[in-house]
């Protein structure tokens, strides 16, 4: 049957079935890694004091790994996620360009092929921009995570919220 002939669903699980394979290469490239990197800071954070402590206080084991563990070891696996989202958008030039996907990098591509400075130099700002947003917003989930990193944002606007109630108390 054509394309332009199917059901909406049919368009969206016909589209859904030319991804599954681009999905699929973009994934395992880098979900090893992942996975390794994860176990590895979940091992180090395992041996920690701090962890020792909990479970000595007899926090259950549950709470242990949830709220202790879990919070310290993925701080870094969140950031390895970021740059690997970034890693993504760049591969996604080389995936677009092999599977024939209409996109960004095919646009590129073609721009690099006929000589179309203007159109490389936007698709690069684009690119960038998209991976400072996916870093901006991995720095402000660590910050939603960890209240050391918060503190550091903030800098201590809790002190001088105080120190204006004490002048208007005065």
């Known amino acids: 049957?054509?394309?332009?002939?199917?059901?909406?669903?049919?368009?969206?699980?016909d589209k859904g079935h030319h991804l599954v394979l681009p999905i699929v290469t973009l994934v395992v490239i880098s979900i090893g890694s992942l996975m390794r990197y994860t176990r590895?800071?979940?091992?180090?954070?395992?041996?920690?004091?701090?962890?020792?402590?909990a479970r000595a206080k007899g926090v259950p084991e549950k709470s242990v790994v949830s709220k202790h563990m879990l919070?310290?070891?993925?701080?870094?696996?969140?950031t390895s996620i970021g740059v690997g989202l970034g890693k993504?958008?760049?591969?996604?030039?080389?995936?677009?360009?092999?599977?024939?996907?209409?996109?960004?990098?095919?646009?590129?591509?073609?721009?690099?092929?006929?000589?179309?400075?203007i159109v490389v130099q936007g698709g690069v700002i684009l690119l960038a921009t998209a991976f400072s947003i996916i870093m901006l917003l991995v720095d402000l989930i660590i910050a939603a995570i960890d209240p050391r990193v918060k503190a550091q944002i903030t800098g201590g606007k809790k002190r001088r919220h105080t120190a204006k109630k004490e002048v208007q108390a005065a």
Do not use: C, H
Not at 41 to 53: F, G, H, K, Q, S
Not at 71 to 78: E, H, S
Not at 98 to 109: A, T
């Open 71 to 78: 919070k310290n070891a993925l701080l870094p696996v969140i």
């Open 88 to 117: 993504g958008i760049a591969g996604n030039v080389v995936i677009e360009t092999v599977f024939s996907i209409p996109g960004v990098g095919v646009y590129i591509v073609n721009g690099v092929n006929n000589r179309d400075y």
């Open 1 to 13: 049957r054509n394309y332009n002939q199917l059901s909406a669903w049919g368009q969206l699980m």
């Open 40 to 53: 590895t800071n979940m091992l180090e954070v395992l041996n920690a004091d701090y962890i020792r402590t």
